[in-house]
């Protein structure tokens, strides 16, 4: 029988991951189907249960049930257990085993695609959530000189600082504390760009050949995008290559198999207007 696999969400209409999914089946010759199931926001853990009652072998998991995933996990890896959230699920018997493959998604497409080293680098993320908390392990794997988090709420960014100290050390503050400070990487972990407020970054946050990069994708030129351009950044880009990456990685770790990104990646790749 064909495996079972689904991205749940609600809304989940917009979602990508069935196509994403596809592709990689076709490419490496995997027998199994790839649907999206709208969660009940208030029935999320009987959905993945009927799910796996059906014969699902794994999920992806997306807004506004990271946190609920997290919860419903009998093995949540490393990787979850530190943001907090979950992006993938696998079922395996009465375990279902729980990873956050998001910041590794993103470090691997600025890293293999973007082909910006963050070693010895610079790094500035904006925002203090969930998409920051996945994200800063996996810079930090990578041995850059500095990981700043801003955040209109100092609080919250120092609470991170805090949180991830027997990790690696974290410069935290609010925005008005980057004032004299630059970084070679910018990225944007707030919700600005679905919102498409500003935030109040100093235009000197971003050195010369400095890489901006918003998570969000398929927005076109966000504030934020716009904010970096019209500071002289040349290397501007969306999250795209970060959904594919994640993708990659969950499809890695439920079939065996890692598919080849690129050709995916400029499949969804809009360009930046």
């Not at 989940?12 to 995997?30: D, E, M, N, R, V």
């Not at 996990?73 to 493959?101: H, Y």
């Not at 070693?119 to 959530?129: E, F, Q």
């Not at 990790?167 to 919700?191: C, I, K, M, W």
Request: net charge neutral; charged share 20%.
């Amino acid at each position: 029988m064909t495996d079972r696999y689904a991205v749940i969400g609600n809304p989940i209409a917009h979602s990508k991951s069935p196509l994403i999914h596809g592709l990689f089946a076709q490419t490496t010759g995997q027998d199994l189907t790839y649907t999206a199931l709208e969660g009940p926001l208030d029935g999320f853990a009987e959905a993945v249960r009927s799910f796996i009652a059906a014969g699902g072998r794994g999920m992806n998991v997306t807004l506004p049930f990271k946190l609920q995933a997290f919860e419903i996990a009998t093995d949540p890896m490393e990787s979850a257990r530190l943001a907090g959230a979950v992006n993938a699920l696998k079922f395996e018997g009465d375990r279902i085993w729980a990873q956050n493959f998001d910041g590794l998604g993103l470090v691997n497409d600025i890293q293999r695609n973007l082909g910006v080293s963050l070693t010895g680098k610079r790094v500035l993320i904006c925002g203090a959530g969930g998409a920051t908390r996945g994200a800063i392990l996996p810079i930090a794997q990578q041995k850059p000189a500095l990981i700043a988090i801003a955040n209109r709420s100092a609080d919250k960014a120092q609470a991170l600082k805090t949180d991830f100290a027997a990790h690696t050390p974290l410069q935290t503050g609010g925005y008005a504390d980057l004032a004299g400070e630059r970084f070679d990487v910018v990225l944007n972990a707030t919700s600005t760009g679905l919102s498409q407020a500003e935030l109040p970054l100093p235009p000197s946050v971003f050195t010369p050949d400095a890489l901006a990069y918003e998570l969000v994708y398929g927005k076109g030129l966000t504030p934020f995008l716009k904010q970096a351009r019209a500071a002289g950044v040349a290397q501007c880009v969306d999250g795209v290559g970060m959904l594919v990456e994640q993708a990659a990685e969950a499809f890695a770790w439920w079939r065996g198999v890692r598919p080849d990104t690129r050709p995916v990646i400029e499949h969804l790749t809009v360009p930046l207007v």
